[in-house]
């Protein structure tokens, strides 16, 4: 099992991550998270050179699962810096 110090997030899974992205780009409404039902925290990111469409940082406070989402796909997992 992979240990991660307190507070760390967690990413999403790539399956996940389609699921929200899907969420996202199909309604208006704030997604819960898939993992614990709590409510996602979503900020639209600063457009970016060469990431197609709008791009958004999804947070679950709750169980601390993380992505960086983006409309068009090519999403990143958030890393910890604890490396």
Do not use: N
């Not at 790539?14 to 709590?38: A, D, N, Q, W, Y």
């Not at 990111?45 to 601390?64: I, N």
């Amino acid at each position: 099992e992979h240990m991660t110090m307190p507070g760390t997030p967690l990413p999403f899974s790539p399956k996940e991550v389609r699921l929200i992205r899907e969420m996202l780009s199909t309604s208006g409404e704030i997604p819960v998270c898939l993992l614990c039902e709590g409510k996602l925290h979503v900020s639209e990111l600063a457009e970016r050179s060469g990431e197609p469409g709008r791009v958004w940082r999804v947070d679950c406070v709750a169980c601390r699962r993380t992505a960086i989402v983006t409309e068009g796909g090519g999403d990143r997992r958030v890393e910890s810096s604890e490396q």
